[in-house]
């Protein structure tokens, strides 16, 4: 293992027996790290059949080699499991920024391999090299915040806490693991419960080596700050008219303007015109709390909080006095989905108590306490839509008995009252009554309480696959190229790598040239409601977008920021940088990669994924059994045709041609999209390709 990046070790803990033993890295180098490393411990080391909860299922807790490096916008941690959102017993990846990762490697350690399962509850602590299962029984029962308060004072505050709440202890599918107490992982937070590990705390006191001199990395962060780097989401575009730009794009997240300001700020802090080139304003660019919680968020904004190494400061931190009347603190920091879900929950809308647009601010701040409290997930705002679903149809009447629907305050959440919060979580974490199966996850409600097919069938409820798994930047932003992407995992996607770059603001004919360029056409993206039929230049704009999804969640880098496709210069002509990657592994590893050669790696990480999925499924027939679409896809817009202006409606044949064109594009069988042979010995993965062919499953 190369003396640059990784620490070279990974804490191995079996929880059944106690023993904790430490292993070499470098076993693991071809598949980089985070995601890579957790693929590889599944397809090795948990049998076909395994089931999430069982003891034989394991959990992997990784990092990469760019973490803790400096390098901006990477600290990353990637959770690996089986997932029990559905009954397929598939892996799945979960993931939280924060400082986890970066202590982590501080500590001394690229990864943690959980293994067995504890009796009683424990915690592991983790401090240099010193590690130990600590007894977690006077945890057991309470809230993530308090478990990180607790262990976070037994250790220091140089520590970080990752933790999971009552949801995770009682074995609610959709749980979380969190650190920060708002950087969370949804997904994996019950498998931490089944197991009895209820957090894990992390105090480093050495340093990520860098491979090479580490002026080069210096001048490297320089350019990317001053060329390259936009805002959230690699938004390369202001939101209102500025003097430095010649394009304007009202939905992007480089709000930054002069009398925008941090209203509960010392100082009251204007974030002021944060041109390209500033790079000590770079962290004002992103006010996200006005797009997450509205206009009147500005007020009550402390500050951009964020990730350890991150200029982009994404996380709103708020100061709400409105909220302690709910008996929870003042103080809520979150972003995105951690915001959005709750109004998903009250879809009725909520009143305003003291100014305009508050009701929706204190709505969003206290479900998004009481749900990282309690360590519920929301599936990417599925657990509010299936709420709504139920609800509104009449589910919910008939299938929970009588006295406990009568129990449910629903005069709140008509009167759009956000107590009603309170209750929908509590229910649902401590699994009370039949209301709580809404924590199992979308396939298990929907087949448990007989949801129609005008639910899976309606673009409202954003259902993307019948495997339950709901679309994320799918085929109505990006059409073939989302519906693809959104097809490969075996849960939503999870990915921006091609979200990101259609919607950096850049206008299409910008964007096209830089598509050109990247992929060997314009055509490679469509107009907004105007797309054209598949080519290969889709495909290999896929392609792109699912690797460097895999490559960023091996490294592990934001997948959120990365990959640098766009830049905000016009001088630049706007073209980002795409071999930015490699060009921080070979500085801080100190091996010498080209963009090409750390791309194959990301090849291979995703194609493990893919070889794993066939493993656990037991078929080869990805196309068939996996890579579904539901039908609202095909049926929306009845009086218009695909390819026509004004509609995102998708063509049958042409979806299925769209998947074979990405199979050949990954050396998958066209037929079946599963790994060949050839493909997983090209990538080096000729163990894999024989364990399939042990299993029967291969390719014909």
Request: hydrophobic content about 35%; glycine content about 10%; proline content about 4%.
């Amino acid at each position: 293992m190369s003396t640059g990046g990784w620490a070279g070790k990974i804490i191995r803990v079996n929880l059944t027996n106690g023993k904790i033993s430490s292993e070499d890295t470098s076993k693991y180098q071809d598949f980089i790290g985070g995601m890579g490393i957790g693929y590889k411990v599944l397809f090795d080391e948990v049998p076909a059949g395994t089931k999430p909860y069982d003891e034989a299922n394991k959990i992997v807790v990784g990092t990469g080699p760019l973490c803790g490096s400096g390098v901006p916008m990477s600290s990353r941690t990637n959770i690996t499991s089986l997932y029990p959102g559905t009954d397929m017993n598939l892996v799945t990846d979960s993931h939280m920024g924060g400082n986890f990762a970066a202590f982590l490697k501080y500590a001394g350690w690229d990864a943690i391999i959980i293994e067995g399962a504890s009796s009683k509850p424990v915690w592991l602590k983790i401090e240099d090299d010193k590690v130990s299962l600590e007894d977690a029984s006077s945890l057991w029962g309470t809230g993530i915040y308090n478990t990180t308060a607790v262990i976070g004072s037994k250790m220091g505050k140089e520590s970080c806490v990752a933790a999971i709440g009552q949801a995770g202890e009682n074995l609610v599918n959709l749980a979380v693991v969190m650190n920060g107490s708002s950087h969370s992982a949804g997904g994996h937070g019950a498998v931490f419960g089944s197991k009895k590990l209820k957090a894990i705390g992390v105090k480093g006191t050495g340093s990520v080596k860098i491979g090479k001199d580490k002026k080069e990395l210096m001048d490297l962060d320089a350019y990317v700050m001053k060329e390259i780097v936009g805002a959230n989401n690699q938004h390369v575009v202001p939101s209102t008219p500025q003097p430095w730009s010649e394009f304007v794009y009202e939905n992007s997240r480089w709000t930054a303007r002069e009398g925008l300001t941090w209203g509960a700020s010392e100082g009251n802090i204007d974030t002021g015109i944060a041109a390209p080139g500033d790079v000590n304003k770079v962290g004002y660019r992103t006010m996200k709390a006005i797009k997450d919680l509205g206009p009147v968020a500005a007020k009550y904004t402390v500050r951009m909080g964020g990730c350890q190494s991150c200029p982009i400061r994404c996380h709103a931190q708020m100061n709400i006095p409105q909220l302690e009347q709910y008996g929870v603190s003042p103080y809520a920091a979150n972003t995105c989905m951690g915001w959005f879900s709750p109004a998903g929950v009250m879809f009725k809308g909520t009143k305003d108590q003291k100014e305009e647009g508050d009701g929706n601010m204190i709505t969003r701040a206290l479900g998004s306490q009481l749900a990282d409290d309690y360590g519920v997930w929301c599936n990417y705002g599925s657990i509010g839509r299936d709420f709504q679903y139920a609800y509104e149809s009449g589910i919910l009447k008939n299938v929970l008995p009588e006295d406990e629907y009568n129990s449910i305050p629903w005069n709140l959440l008509e009167a759009g009252d956000p107590a009603f919060l309170k209750e929908f979580y509590r229910r649902i974490t401590f699994k009370e009554g039949e209301f709580s199966h809404l924590g199992d996850g979308t396939y298990h409600i929907a087949k448990r309480w007989n949801f129609g097919a005008d639910y899976w069938d309606t673009k409202k409820y954003s259902m993307w696959s019948p495997l339950g798994f709901p679309k994320h930047h799918a085929s109505d932003e990006s059409y073939q190229v989302g519906a693809i992407i959104n097809c490969m995992f075996n849960r939503d996607a999870q990915s921006h790598s091609h979200q990101n770059f259609i919607s950096s603001g850049l206008p299409v004919d910008v964007l096209k040239k830089i598509a050109e360029k990247l992929w060997g056409s314009g055509d490679a993206i469509d107009p907004p409601a105007n797309y054209t039929p598949m080519n290969q230049y889709k495909a290999k704009f896929a392609k792109y977008g699912v690797i460097r999804n895999c490559l960023h969640d091996s490294l592990t880098l934001c997948n959120w920021m990365w990959p640098l496709t766009a830049s905000p210069l016009k001088e630049r002509d706007y073209m980002g940088d795409t071999s930015l990657e490699s060009k921080y592994f070979s500085v801080v590893t100190g091996i010498d990669t080209t963009e090409e050669e750390l791309d194959l790696m990301g090849e291979r990480v995703f194609t493990l994924h893919r070889a794993l999925t066939v493993k656990e499924m037991g078929t080869t027939d990805m196309r068939g059994k996996h890579d579904l679409m539901v039908n609202w896809i095909f049926d929306i817009d009845p009086d218009k045709k695909p390819f026509t202006e004004g509609t995102v409606k998708m063509d049958r044949d042409d979806m299925q041609l769209a998947l074979t064109m990405f199979y050949k594009e990954m050396g998958w069988d066209e037929k079946t999209g599963a790994p060949t042979r050839a493909t997983l010995e090209r990538l080096n993965m000729k163990d894999v390709a024989d364990e399939l062919a042990k299993l029967g499953l291969l390719p014909a």
